[in-house]
């Protein structure tokens, strides 16, 4: 049972990036279909910080301050997978991108709502 991301790599600033998180497992399978899901992001020395979270239809989304209108966070119920793709990036997006499946149908910024963690895609973004 566990969350697959996918999607990191290297790119030049101003690039694009598209980050895939799938599941497996039957548990964890039902959890992404019925709730909120998000991605995070920890840079080197820095704490895990909110990026982008969709609630349970895909019809709910909310994103952080340095990522708004840059990103966009979408879903596929059906696949068990949630996409972040993120365009005209910057050297301050490097990071390792975890998605998470929350516990709440609805979107949540904060990690203590979230069930489950990914281990990660690292992306980077050179200047």
């Known amino acids: 049972v566990q969350l697959q991301a996918s999607g990191g790599g290297l790119v030049q600033a101003g690039g694009s990036l598209r980050l895939s998180c799938a599941a497996s497992g039957r548990t964890i399978g039902r959890t992404i279909s019925n709730n909120g899901m998000g991605w995070f992001r920890q840079a080197a020395g820095k704490e895990r910080e909110f990026v982008a979270t969709?609630?349970?239809?895909?019809?709910?989304?909310s994103y952080a301050d340095s990522v708004k209108g840059r990103s966009t966070i979408s879903r596929d119920r059906a696949k068990n997978t949630v996409i972040l793709q993120m365009t005209n990036l910057k050297p301050e997006d490097t990071a390792v991108y975890y998605c998470a499946a929350s516990r709440l149908a609805g979107p949540s910024d904060l990690p203590r709502n979230y069930q489950y963690w990914g281990q990660g895609t690292l992306v980077t973004v050179s200047s």
């Open positions: 969709i609630d349970w239809s895909g019809g709910t989304t």
